[in-house]
């Protein structure tokens, strides 16, 4: 079988937090709160343990290339694609993807060309990156985290005793206990969902197709057609974080991965992820040669002793 993922088009979201409701609704995971956070829309702030999904939203003082004000009426993805109201974009369904690649509208002129005030908005639904190799997993002490036949990284419930190690394993912040019962919690990528034969909740409810869900290797090919598309619209700045190990070494590369506009940090994702457990053998070097030169200043002070005799 082979592995599943997820590949996040950030210049398709909309910020509507439609995945966001559907990953809750699914997975039964209670509400953060109803307090007002301060954070602009953003009213879960990051993922956590009862928040598997997160829509970020940030301001960017200034619009890149390609990005135009909305016309009345329509739904303004990040570059030039308009879904008139109540009539959403293509869905990613499970056998029947539409890549936004196909989708084709002209790019509406810029707030700069009407003299407005340079203002955007970068939106990305982050979620648990699902590593190739993952810190939580290598840490985990008990066996609960597993790699399902998906190649996804699952926690077992039942299984977690809280230690907690997964949680500073983890190079991107993302497991997260619970305060009730202390046990780590994190996306599953609705495993329920898959071993069913269907689509998960995010993915599915994603009006825009800014999430989409598949074969690892066709969504790779799927990201790479899109940054060529922007880089020809005249968006430059458009790469993808995490695709595979060249992209990501650090984790070997990731089964979410993401197409970004700016640098990772703006988007409160680390710039060089890597799994603690990496650097053990680097440890363990810088730890020998440490012994080995002590043994040598050692072993030079006591012939420096005899010689003075």
Not at 27 to 43: E, H, K, R, V
Not at 193 to 207: E, N
Request: aromatic fraction near 8%; include cysteine.
């Amino acid at each position: 079988m082979g592995a599943k993922g997820f590949f996040t088009d950030t210049t398709l979201c909309i910020g509507c937090k439609a995945c966001e409701v559907a990953c809750k609704q699914w997975n039964q995971l209670p509400d953060d709160g109803f307090q007002w956070t301060a954070a602009s829309y953003d009213n879960t702030v990051h993922l956590g343990a009862s928040t598997w999904r997160h829509v970020a939203f940030v301001e960017r003082a200034q619009a890149l290339p390609g990005q135009g004000s909305p016309r009345v009426g329509s739904v303004p993805s990040a570059f030039g694609e308009l879904f008139p109201l109540g009539q959403p974009g293509p869905r990613s369904v499970l056998g029947s993807d539409i890549a936004p690649s196909s989708i084709e509208s002209p790019v509406p002129e810029t707030a700069a060309e009407h003299g407005q005030e340079q203002f955007a908005w970068l939106m990305m639904s982050d979620v648990c990156k699902h590593c190739a190799r993952a810190g939580c997993l290598e840490a985990c002490p008990t066996g609960a985290i597993i790699r399902t036949e998906f190649s996804t990284v699952y926690i077992q419930p039942d299984i977690c005793n809280g230690c907690g190690y997964c949680v500073s394993a983890c190079p991107f912040g993302v497991v997260d206990r619970r305060e009730d019962d202390g046990r780590a919690w994190k996306c599953t990528l609705c495993y329920d969902r898959l071993k069913g034969d269907m689509v998960p909740a995010c993915a599915k409810s994603c009006p825009t197709a800014s999430i989409q869900f598949g074969d690892i290797d066709e969504l790779r090919t799927r990201a790479e057609q899109r940054v060529q598309q922007l880089h020809a619209r005249g968006v430059r700045d458009a790469y993808l974080y995490g695709a595979d190990a060249s992209h990501q070494p650090g984790t070997e590369g990731l089964n979410a991965f993401f197409l970004l506009c700016d640098k990772p940090e703006v988007y409160n994702l680390p710039p060089d992820p890597v799994v603690p457990t990496k650097k053990i053998a680097d440890s363990w070097w810088a730890m020998a040669s440490g012994i080995i030169g002590l043994g040598v200043v050692a072993i030079g002070a006591v012939l420096s002793a005899r010689s003075a005799k």
